[in-house]
């Protein structure tokens, strides 16, 4: 199965939930037989659950995390991390580009952005380039409003209330 026309959608916001909603939007698409990757901006800990059961789901939903572990400083980020991010993007295109995938999702590309890893014309040109039949989601806090515009769908994750300001630390299974 194909998609007869892709969109572009974002998550974005303050909260918790933009990954997770990526991921179910791939486990649906898996489900009907569609071929998912996921590359992970900043996020080089691990592995996290995600990545357990993209193991359990191949061939038809890849995973790849990039960046180092720990925080990026988003004030002085590491020479290191402005590369890795540079090489996820490069990543990005190339499986944009293939005819593997029928949805492309490039989690924290925003927060990438917003590091200033890489730049907004970067994901604008990502947007501009995507193939007609195939699905991209970007993820991560701070999307940019021009990001936001050339985008199809957009979902702002708000923090109403968060158990962690309550103490509870991230936890396997579920934040991890």
């Given at each position: 199965?194909k998609?007869e026309?892709?969109?572009?959608q974002?998550?974005?916001g303050?909260c918790?939930?933009?990954t997770t909603?990526a991921?179910?939007?791939?486990?649906?698409?898996v489900?009907?037989g569609l071929?998912?990757?996921m590359?992970?901006?900043?996020?080089?800990?691990?592995?996290?659950g995600?990545?357990?059961?993209a193991?359990?789901?191949?061939?038809?939903?890849?995973?790849?995390?990039?960046?180092r572990?720990?925080?990026?400083?988003?004030?002085?980020?590491?020479k290191?991390?402005?590369?890795?991010?540079?090489?996820?993007?490069?990543l990005g295109?190339?499986k944009?580009?293939?005819?593997?995938?029928?949805?492309?999702?490039?989690?924290e590309?925003?927060?990438?952005a917003g590091?200033g890893l890489?730049?907004v014309e970067?994901?604008l040109?990502?947007?501009?380039?995507?193939?007609?039949?195939?699905?991209?989601?970007?993820t991560?806090r701070?999307?940019?409003?021009?990001v936001?515009?050339?985008?199809?769908?957009v979902?702002?994750?708000?923090?109403?209330?968060?158990?962690y300001k309550?103490g509870?630390?991230?936890?396997?299974?579920?934040?991890k």
């Amino acid at each position: 199965m194909k998609l007869e026309r892709g969109c572009v959608q974002i998550y974005t916001g303050n909260c918790k939930g933009k990954t997770t909603a990526a991921l179910g939007l791939a486990f649906r698409a898996v489900g009907r037989g569609l071929k998912v990757i996921m590359i992970q901006f900043m996020k080089g800990g691990g592995p996290y659950g995600e990545h357990l059961a993209a193991e359990k789901l191949a061939p038809l939903l890849t995973i790849i995390p990039t960046g180092r572990e720990g925080w990026v400083n988003k004030d002085n980020p590491a020479k290191e991390d402005v590369e890795l991010a540079g090489q996820a993007l490069a990543l990005g295109r190339e499986k944009l580009l293939s005819g593997d995938y029928d949805l492309v999702i490039l989690d924290e590309i925003n927060g990438a952005a917003g590091f200033g890893l890489i730049s907004v014309e970067q994901i604008l040109e990502l947007i501009s380039i995507r193939p007609e039949q195939v699905e991209l989601v970007l993820t991560g806090r701070n999307a940019d409003p021009r990001v936001v515009e050339a985008a199809d769908l957009v979902t702002e994750m708000t923090e109403v209330k968060h158990y962690y300001k309550a103490g509870v630390p991230a936890r396997i299974g579920i934040e991890k």
